[in-house]
């Protein structure tokens, strides 16, 4: 995978002094190399993300080597839990490489696809030699300028090459006790806080070209120190594990990568049901919706949005739910109401003005959705249908005719008049 290269210049170093990477023919390049050259620490360069999307990634997996997990009878562990994890993948489309370091580095196996070489991983990874010293820097530097031939790599200057991965799984049973002078050699038995130093640099390398490092410690490491070569959050950014546990812990950073088996999406029926609060509506006046959300399962549903866009002829007024929080841009109002379990029933009210001269019935469609999957779309979408009526302005009352009670009267008295007249003309006959 081809990335943008950064080009890096190393200042002085030596026991007084700390390397670090820095940007040549940039303002930023210069500055950092004068705070090289005074010795004194550089800023890490941030943790990337991972690409988006699960599985698909080239990996390198960068294992600590050294005579202290000899010493402390877990060489076995190491190498079964690399194999567990490139066996664990065989069945996905990444691509993994396996390196090693101890006082040097070197790679173990080129980068290979788990679909059709996790054998051949893990019978690399069943071959690790351990050997002493821990050299941080030399291991990322391996990485970081591989390119495909026999190497060594380490002792050379740092070169991106065009097989940068994606991510780097850099695993560590203790603080690194050496680093690569300016020469290429490896200094032994160094202050930890040179090669600690040098070790962080190394990991720039990578994080500053968006290579994400992911850090997993065995036993007593720093949390401080691992921090300092991946990012601030555990399980994200580093990991904790003993040898007993380091099989497990490695398959769930591996699964944060690419789980080649995911659950299920939750399934969710949601359903709204539109109703407006007058059966009638009148010009110039306000009318309220409710919109009521249910969710019939089986799972809770996620992410629970209601659009309602207002009715031709009205302008918003207002929207509230009983959950979450809407808004409105031009006419048409969005409620998040986040998760929804089995049962629950959320509502919206949303309030609108008609126009003076709206006339005719108002049609108000509303729509619900969640990021689960829905078995049933019919019941996603409700429509309701306003009549409107318009005010008589002579009597205030919508609809049938009313005469004032004066002109009611004087209509009543007439018509009781003129059946007396009648009457009293048929007596005469």
């Not at 994400?212 to 580093?238: C, F, H, M, N, R």
């Not at 950073?253 to 999406?265: A, H, K, R, W």
């Not at 929080?325 to 003005?353: F, M, N, R, Y």
Request: charge should be negative.
């Amino acid at each position: 995978m081809r990335r943008k290269h950064v080009v890096y210049a190393y200042g002085t170093n030596d026991a007084r002094t700390v390397s670090r990477p820095v940007r040549a023919a940039t303002v930023l390049g210069t500055v950092l190399a004068l705070v090289t050259a005074m010795a004194l620490p550089a800023m890490a360069a941030p943790n990337p993300p991972l690409p988006s999307g699960n599985c698909g990634l080239t990996v390198a997996v960068v294992l600590d080597v050294s005579d202290s997990i000899t010493a402390a009878g877990a060489e076995q562990a190491v190498r079964d839990a690399t194999s567990d994890l490139v066996n664990y993948w065989n069945a996905s489309d990444m691509t993994v490489g396996l390196f090693r370091f101890w006082d040097e580095a070197e790679f173990v196996a080129p980068y290979t696809p788990t679909s059709t070489g996790a054998a051949a991983l893990d019978a690399a990874a069943q071959t690790l030699v351990f050997a002493p010293g821990t050299n941080w820097e030399a291991g990322f530097i391996e990485v970081y300028n591989y390119d495909g031939s026999p190497g060594p790599h380490w002792s050379a200057p740092p070169t991106s090459s065009p097989l940068l991965p994606d991510a780097v799984v850099f695993v560590t049973d203790g603080l690194p006790t050496a680093y690569v002078d300016d020469a290429g050699n490896a200094v032994t038995g160094a202050p930890t806080a040179t090669a600690q130093a040098n070790g962080e640099a190394g990991a720039d390398l990578f994080r500053a070209n968006g290579v994400k490092v992911i850090a997993l410690g065995i036993g007593s490491v720093s949390v401080a120190s691992l921090q300092g070569i991946s990012g601030p959050v555990e399980t994200e950014d580093y990991w904790l594990a003993d040898f007993a546990t380091l099989s497990d812990q490695l398959l769930a950073l591996g699964t944060t990568l690419c789980d080649p088996n995911p659950p299920p999406p939750a399934t969710a029926n949601v359903a709204i049901v539109k109703s407006a609060g007058d059966v009638e509506a009148t010009p110039g006046e306000q009318l309220t919706y409710t919109l009521a959300v249910s969710n019939a399962g089986p799972d809770a549903a996620t992410d629970v949005v209601v659009v309602d866009t207002v009715p031709a002829g009205t302008v918003f007024a207002s929207a509230t739910a009983t959950v979450g929080s809407c808004s409105e841009a031009a006419g048409t109002v969005t409620c998040d109401l986040g998760d929804v379990a089995i049962g629950e029933t959320p509502t919206v009210t949303l309030t609108v003005t008609l126009g003076p001269a709206t006339a005719g019935v108002l049609s108000n469609t509303a729509s619900v959705s969640t990021a689960a999957v829905d078995p049933e779309a019919a019941n996603n979408v409700d429509t309701e249908d306003t009549p409107v009526v318009d005010v008589l302005p002579a009597t205030g009352i919508a609809g049938d005719v009313a005469f004032p009670s004066a002109v009611a009267a004087v209509v009543a008295g007439l018509f009781l008049l003129r059946i007396t007249a009648v009457a009293r003309r048929r007596d005469t006959v």
